[in-house]
């Protein structure tokens, strides 16, 4: 008899810790968690990630912070795309090809936008985003 683990069947496991740290920062910095993301695949062996869709306020200062079960932001690339497609934002730089762990940016338009996470060059099965907000003065 032959006992083992599959990583497709196994759960996504962001270390608490890991999760406590990035709330306890975002509000140190005079952030709201706006909400918590699970980043995962679609499917078993399929390659996409799952998408949200986010209604975000004019004149709010956006953050969004990406842990994923490796540690770091590795291998996640998180875009924030316009109703139209177009990225206004992105952890993810193409030219350097550098992960950050987090995004800022403010909302020049109320409106919905797709937050859109991506595999990248990684085995990386899973993660979390936060997604936190400050009203701008």
């Known amino acids: 008899m032959a006992f083992g683990t599959s990583n497709a069947n196994a759960q996504c496991n962001v ?3 890991a999760q406590v740290k990035v709330l ?3 509000s140190k910095n005079g952030y709201r968690l706006s909400k ?3 980043v995962q695949r679609t499917c078993r062996g399929c390659n996409n990630f799952r998408n949200y869709t986010v209604i975000m306020t004019k004149g709010n200062t956006y953050t969004l912070v990406v842990v994923s079960s490796e540690g770091g932001s590795e ?3 998180a875009n924030f795309k316009e109703l139209s497609g177009a990225i206004i934002a992105s952890n993810y ?3 350097s090809k550098k992960f950050y762990t987090s995004i800022t940016f403010q909302c ?3 409106a919905p936008y797709y937050l859109n996470f991506l595999p ?3 085995k990386t099965s899973c993660g979390m985003a936060f997604l936190a907000f400050k009203m701008t003065k």
Do not use: V
């Open 24 to 26: 306890k920062d975002l």
């Open 75 to 77: 291998g996640i690339i």
């Open 36 to 38: 918590s993301y699970r």
């Open 108 to 110: 020049n338009r109320t």
């Open 120 to 122: 990248k060059n990684s």
């Open 93 to 95: 730089d193409a030219n």
């Open 15 to 17: 270390d608490s810790m």
